[in-house]
């Protein structure tokens, strides 16, 4: 018998969360070993378990299957849950429509029966194009439910964060007034959409923006909070940084004067500077107003643009004393520091202490840091003494001329490319050519071939010829990993599990170690500390390095059109959310790809070594062993993971992106070398 452990009533073995409380699942489960009696009823026992467990789920409509009936309606997929209760994509009459059911917690509290209420009975008189209409709304069925239109398109949130390109000044201006006329026909109805965000708003497949109910609430607040909430929506649509979320939230705003955004017109960064006004009084008065001061912006054609944001407001340190409490140290405190540092060094630069405590004629003079005994400071011209090296830190990284690499062994210090060089008397005579040894049975050899690089249709005119390489049947473990760097923060502690989480940059350390162990040339040349790093790449070398993105999407196809590598049917390739319970698994545990190279679909998605570009393929520069874009913010990351579902994030075609300088969970990488 299963019970939510938040408010401690029975619910069904499938829950996945509480239909009572709505709160994600902490089950305890109580059994008791059977007695004689119920095992010889055991058969009587299962049926009557499951009868109850069927009029729960029946009377509390909780956990709908596809295919089910509800009042009408046919279930053919759960979409998500809120606070208030658990939503799916239903059918009627062929037309979709989300369908709500309520958690019978929303209707305990009086002050939120009374707002839910309110927000409902509001909700079914609204009627506008640009808001998800609602069909149905019966707050006396039990459980209670909503019906509204399904709408098709993209959410803000998710154009923002998957087609930017798309967004620009024009499209924004014309969803401004949309967002703010519909904010107006909301108000008369009583409610507000102060709480809106980017994931509130669908763009539907004519570009008209529709605000989901989701988004509209009943609160008795002021109209110039609606035109904050929209005008902070504007502001991160617009927005081209990385940090839009953290520039421009509400807490931020609400305390710091707004930041103009680059590559917008003069004219709406102050429109919205007024709709953004930390004061309340200094904003727009109402949403008329905001809407006549869009509508009245001039033409962008010859507009002025902000080129440069004000750095003096987007600078960490400034947006810090706006939000971090300011903490002041007094000069009392730093002069007491002063004093310490002067003492010190007096004590180890002079013969201060003998001037003190020795003898009357002692003069204080300068005499140098000084950190050893007598003995130890013999003249340089004495070879007899010597000083011992000291010994090193196995614990601490080893610094090489390609970066910070896990610390070798007493063993690994015997081997002689970590040894100091040291001369020695060498045959003059010249020194046969060594070729490197090929790569071991866990690699594959792709010949040279032609392809459509970026598209599974047949096409004769294939656009991109590239040379042999080889290229890891398995992408590297953990265990792999650990051999030359420091151990990763992985998702799942496991050495054969493949290693997540590493940044770009620390790939081509550990690639570089990995090829200079096995007497290879190393591949890449890395310049510069930190975030300032700069890598090169010599693709005519011999050692390890990623493949580039072309590289790669040849092995993934292995020859072949299907939409993941070796098969249609994901489940025979891959691991993926829907199969893999979002848990990474040992490489090679389903089948390969006609190149016998596994899991170049899911477990982990996979860095390679081109800067992203969205539009890079669709206008090659060169055809012939492509190496991506000349120059980037964030590297290119292709295969999918345990994360995805079945569909486009899992497709061989799908093209993402990530900073270099940092790792993300289930990210990895395979490794590849020059034929």
Same mark, same amino acid.
């Given at each position: ?93 062929? /037309? ?91 108000? /008369? ?367 993934? /196809? ?118």
């Amino acid at each position: 018998m299963r019970y939510c452990l938040n408010c401690g009533k029975k619910i069904p073995d499938k829950a996945k969360f509480c239909p009572f409380c709505g709160e994600n699942v902490v089950l305890a489960e109580l059994e008791q070993p059977p007695t004689e009696i119920e095992e010889k009823k055991q058969p009587e026992l299962e049926a009557e378990k499951k009868a109850q467990t069927i009029e729960l789920t029946n009377k509390n409509f909780t956990l709908l299957n596809p295919g089910d009936d509800f009042c009408g309606y046919k279930v053919l997929r759960m979409m998500n849950k809120d606070k208030e209760g658990i939503k799916y994509i239903a059918e009627k009459a062929g /037309k979709e429509y989300v369908l709500k059911i309520f958690f019978q917690s929303s209707f305990h509290n009086m002050n939120t029966l009374f707002e839910l209420q309110m927000r409902l009975s509001r909700l079914n008189n609204l009627k506008s194009a640009s808001t998800a209409k609602v069909v149905e709304v019966d707050q006396n069925h039990s459980p209670a439910y909503m019906v509204i239109e399904y709408v098709h398109g993209i959410s803000l949130a998710e154009l923002k964060k998957y087609n930017p390109e798309r967004i620009n000044e024009e499209l924004v201006r014309k969803i401004a007034l949309k967002l703010i006329k519909t904010a107006m026909v909301i108000r /008369k109805h009583g409610l507000t959409v102060c709480d809106l965000t980017l994931s509130g708003i669908m763009l539907t497949d004519d570009s008209e923006p529709v605000i989901l109910s989701s988004g509209i609430t009943y609160k008795d607040g002021d109209e110039r909070e609606d035109v904050f909430t929209i005008g902070i929506i504007l502001a991160q649509l617009l927005s081209r940084d990385t940090l839009y979320q953290s520039i421009y939230s509400a807490e931020r705003l609400r305390f710091s004067k707004f930041i103009y955004i680059a590559s917008v017109s003069m004219d709406l960064n102050k429109v919205l500077a007024e709709s953004l006004h930390r004061n309340i009084s200094q904003r727009f008065a109402n949403l008329a107003k905001f809407y006549e001061a869009i509508k009245n912006l001039p033409p962008l054609e010859g507009a002025q643009i902000c080129t440069v944001q004000d750095t003096s407001f987007l600078d960490e340190e400034k947006i810090a004393e706006d939000i971090m409490p300011k903490f002041r140290i007094e000069l009392g405190f730093w002069l007491l520091i002063i004093a310490v540092i002067g003492i010190l060094v007096l004590i180890f630069t002079t013969n201060i202490y003998s001037v003190l405590f020795g003898a009357e004629e002692e003069k204080l003079q300068y005499t140098g840091f000084n950190w050893g005994s007598e003995s130890t400071r013999a003249d340089t011209n004495d070879t007899t003494v010597a000083t011992p090296a000291p010994q090193r830190d196995l614990t601490t990284p080893e610094l090489t001329p390609w970066g910070e690499l896990k610390s070798s062994t007493p063993e690994d210090r015997q081997d002689p490319r970590r040894l100091p060089s040291v001369p020695q008397i060498t045959d003059v005579s010249p020194t046969p050519v060594v070729q490197p040894p090929e790569p071991n049975e866990n690699f594959v050899h792709i010949e040279p071939s032609t392809f459509g690089f970026g598209r599974l249709t047949e096409n004769l005119a294939h656009n991109v010829s590239l040379s042999g390489f080889y290229i890891s049947k398995y992408e590297v473990t953990q265990a792999e990993w650990k051999r030359f760097m420091k151990p990763a923060d992985v998702t799942t502690i496991d050495d054969n599990l493949p290693v997540d989480n590493i940044s770009w940059f620390d790939i081509a350390i550990y690639c570089n170690g990995l090829s200079e162990s096995e007497g290879l040339e190393p591949a890449y040349r890395i310049r510069g500390l930190g975030a300032s790093r700069v890598v090169t790449c010599d693709f005519e070398a011999q050692g390890y390095r990623l493949p580039t993105e072309a590289e790669w999407e040849l092995a993934a /196809k292995a020859g072949k059109l299907y939409n993941y590598s070796g098969s249609n049917d994901p489940d025979e390739i891959a691991w993926y959310r829907d199969n893999s319970a979002a848990k990474l698994r040992p490489p090679g545990g389903k089948k390969p790809n006609d190149f016998g190279i596994y899991d170049m679909t899911g477990n982990v998605s996979e860095w390679v070594w081109d800067w992203y570009d969205a539009n890079y393929i669709k206008a090659l520069p060169t055809f012939v062993n492509p190496t991506g874009p000349e120059t980037g913010t964030q590297k290119t990351i292709r295969g999918g993971n345990v994360m995805n579902s079945e569909g486009r994030n899992l497709n061989i075609l799908w093209r993402e992106r990530g900073d270099p300088n940092r790792g993300y969970q289930f990210v990895g990488f395979r490794l590849v070398r020059t034929h």
